[in-house]
């Protein structure tokens, strides 16, 4: 067996089925079994070659060819310039005496894929999770639900990513083994990114935005709802509910929401500002565009767009109940209070730094 120090993160890529999706032109990759390296060929490359050799008289004399003959060719000249570097490497791999040295690389198939989403569901203890993936897995388009089923759940995406590499790599050395390649160096070890501290984040977030919403003139009180209020290790988002008097400029907070909702877009999570007036009712949200008003934006799905900038009352999209405005679970100003069963993280670095924060 032939041993050989492999480029394993080129290999990698070239059996995975989803590296090139959607390109204009097909993906042929090769594994050079003297140097281990890994050579790509896109379709236009290939196809120039193809042209060259036909003009050339076919590929069985290609150990005679020379770079002269090859640059001599109608077919050469007319390659686009972006090609030619690759095209003496494309005839090496494709039509020259040697060319058995040249593996072509096997993409995953949707048969192998498929059974490691099976497995790994199989492999979790958790009933509703199980449930979740299975259920996934048995709907139409199984791939795009599994998908989806996995990325509610942080480290359970986590998690998922280290065993299906682990597949992979082991797929990737039956075939190397069957070719008759052994690795000399081991497989790089893949390392998932640290999941953030995401609560920490949102909560330095939030003592960000009542610092500054709280000086805006007809701010009456600013609360904390949503996932972020219960002890969930990943919340998807921030939710603040704000009450404002009629006459209050809901531009500063349309601002101060857009900057927490950037903020939050680099931990893949996101914000909403809900608004209610001083008699606990509902109004809608701040509006998510730098540039307020009717007609600048012919998407905008606010009801009343234009009539109050800044306001938007998309109440197709969404409600909120009549009770958690008027009684939500945490009140972050001008009361720093929250309900008897709200986590302790959320006391410990929301509340308290407010409570003793010297200029509220």
């Known amino acids: 067996m032939k041993k050989l120090n492999i480029d394993w993160s080129n290999l990698e890529l070239a059996f995975d089925p989803a590296s090139d999706p959607g390109v204009a032109f097909q993906l042929s990759n090769y594994l050079d079994t003297q140097t281990g390296r890994v050579i790509l060929l896109h379709e236009e490359l290939t196809n120039a070659t193809d042209e060259i050799i036909e003009e050339l008289g076919g590929s069985q004399n290609g150990e005679t060819w020379t770079d002269e003959d090859i640059e001599g060719t109608e077919a050469y000249e007319n390659v686009p310039e972006w090609i030619k570097p690759s095209v003496f490497e494309a005839i090496q791999v494709l039509h020259s005496a040697d060319k058995d040295r040249f593996e072509e690389i096997p993409r995953f198939t949707t048969d192998q894929c498929f059974g ?3 497995d790994f569901t199989d492999s979790i203890e958790d009933d509703e999770v199980r449930h979740r993936l299975n259920k996934a897995l048995a709907g139409h388009k199984p791939f795009r639900n599994f998908r989806e089923a996995i990325g509610t759940d942080r480290r359970l995406d986590q998690q998922w990513c280290c065993f299906e590499q682990d597949r992979q790599r082991e797929a990737i050395i039956e075939w190397l083994n069957h070719i008759g390649v052994q690795p000399l160096n081991a497989e790089e070890k893949f390392e998932p990114q640290p999941l953030p501290e995401l609560r920490k984040i949102m909560f330095a977030e939030v003592r960000r935005f009542v610092r500054f919403a709280r000086d805006i003139a007809g ?8 996932s972020l209020t219960e002890d969930k290790e990943f919340p998807k988002d921030v939710d603040l509910l704000v009450t404002v008097t009629g006459d209050c400029d809901l531009g500063p907070l349309a601002t101060l929401g857009r900057q927490l909702t950037g903020h939050l877009a680099a931990h893949n999570a996101g914000a909403d500002i809900f608004l209610a007036n001083t008699n606990a009712q509902y109004i809608g949200r701040t509006c998510p565009w730098k540039k307020c008003g009717r007609g600048i934006r ?9 009539a109050r900038k800044y306001l938007h009352d998309d109440f197709k999209a969404i409600r909120l109940n009549e009770n958690l405005v008027q009684s939500p679970p945490v009140q972050l100003w001008p009361e720093v209070k ?3 069963n709200c986590p302790s993280d959320l006391r410990e670095q929301l509340l308290q730094p407010l409570l003793e924060d010297p200029s509220r």
């Open 219 to 226: 701010v009456e009180r600013i609360a904390l709802i949503g």
């Open 338 to 340: 929250a309900a008897p």
């Open 116 to 118: 490691w989403m099976r």
């Open 298 to 306: 012919a998407s905008c799905d606010a009801i009343s767009c234009g």
